[in-house]
Structures are given as C-alpha cells and as structure tokens.
T-cell receptor, first 112, second 112 residues
Framework: DGGITQSPKYLFRKEGQNVTLSCEQNLNHDAMYWYRQDPGQGLRLIYYSQIVNDFQKGDIAEGYSVSREKKESFPLTVTSAQKNPTAFYLC???????????FGPGTRLLVL | GESVGLHLPTLSVQEGDNSIINCAYSNSASDYFIWYKQESGKGPQFIIDIRSNMDKRQGQRVTVLLNKTVKHLSLQIAATQPGDSAVYFCAETRGSNYKLTFGKGTLLTVNP
C-alpha cells in the first residue's frame, strides 16, 4: 500500500445521501487519482488531479465530485446522483504523468 | 476506443512451475506498460514496468517482455509460489498522458 491511506475500509450509504471517501498520501506525489472497480472488472478512472487546486474528469465522473486543496489529500464524494455506487474505490498517486501509479488499500462502498 | 485486453481470464499452475500471463494492446502509441498484482480485497500492488524503448525487463522472479510488432506484453513469474495467487492486471499509457488504461485482469491460482 506504500504511503497511501484510504478511510474508511467499509462505508455504507443510504438512499439520497452523499458520502465522502478519504485519501491521503505522504509520497510527495503531485498527481492523484480515483478509480472504481466492479466485481471481475478492471479499474475505471473517475477523476484525477495533476496538481493542487486542479482536477480533471476521468471516464466515469458523473455522480462524483472531488477537491484538491492540499497536495497530500484528494477526497472523493459520491453524491446522490450516482445511482449505482456499490463498488470498490481505489485511490492512487504518481510522481508525474506516465509514471507508476501507487495504490491505496481501497474503500468498499455499500448501499443500505 | 483503444483498450488493453488479456488473452486468458484464468490461469492455474502447480507450485514451482513458471507462469506466463499475456496482455494485448491495440494502440501503437502506447509507450509505458505496468503490471500490477491484486490480492482479494486489497489495492493493486506494483510489480514491474517497461517502456517502449525496451524489449525485456527483469525483476525478482518476474520478467516482462514487450513485443511492439504484435502489440503484446507478457509477465513471466519464475518458480510460482502460493503467495503469487492473485489477479494480475496490465495497464498502459501513452505519451504525456496521466491516464492508465487497465485490462480486466487474469486470475492466477497456484496449486500446492
């Protein structure tokens, strides 16, 4: 898991509720990423951030929001607009573009 | 669009045998490739990477081969151990891209 932490390990969401997943890194990496993984599937990019106060939509950004106020932190909010939020969420960071991305341990989000 | 695909979704080997996991990519502009190992319920773990100016790279018990002519990537694991049992993903990126494109993964099972 390197120097990337994610919390909580499990998260339960009620209908209509927004929930926020935490991601922190102490690798001094500029770039951070959020991926979604569904059972038996590869990883799909939700959002990424190249630098503080900047972020870009990935392939499946609808229903999600992010912020990057600090270099070491990149929280992901799953909004009520995301109708199928049940998945394994993975945060990653890299030193720069086209560099190895290192992953956190993941947060499993379940809907009540 | 471009994608990274895996030839076999599952691979079962005997402990001590060598394992070969294959990956095909479709975009000749891809220039950086990474292999990840993901154990159940955990985040992907970096194994080895290779850039397009190389054909082969070796790590501890692992070797990655890149054949740019046929757009094929393979991961070889020597003397496979039960602890190697996991899902293995290849991922690719191109140019100055931040985004990694992942394949769906190959489940490696090592039988004692």
């Amino acid at each position: 898991d390197g120097g990337i932490t994610q919390s909580p390990k499990y998260l339960f969401r009620k209908e209509g509720q927004n929930v926020t997943l935490s991601c922190e890194q102490n690798l001094n990496h500029d770039a951070m990423y959020w991926y979604r993984q569904d059972p038996g599937q590869g990883l799909r990019l939700i959002y990424y951030s190249q630098i503080v106060n900047d972020f870009q939509k990935g392939d499946i950004a609808e229903g999600y929001s992010v912020s990057r106020e600090k270099k070491e932190s990149f929280p992901l909010t799953v909004t009520s607009a995301q109708k199928n939020p049940t998945a394994f969420y993975l945060c990653a960071s890299s030193r720069d573009r086209a560099e190895t991305q290192y992953f956190g341990p993941g947060t499993r989000l379940l809907v009540l | 669009g471009e994608s990274v695909g895996l030839h076999l979704p599952t691979l079962s080997v005997q402990e001590g045998d060598n394992s070969i996991i294959n990956c095909a990519y479709s975009n000749s502009a891809s220039d950086y490739f990474i292999w990840y190992k993901q154990e159940s319920g955990k985040g992907p773990q970096f194994i080895i990477d290779i850039r397009s100016n190389m054909d082969k790279r070796q790590g501890q018990r692992v070797t990655v081969l890149l054949n740019k002519t046929v757009k094929h990537l393979s991961l070889q694991i020597a003397a496979t151990q039960p602890g190697d049992s996991a899902v293995y993903f290849c991922a690719e990126t191109r140019g100055s891209n931040y985004k990694l494109t992942f394949g769906k993964g190959t489940l490696l099972t090592v039988n004692p």
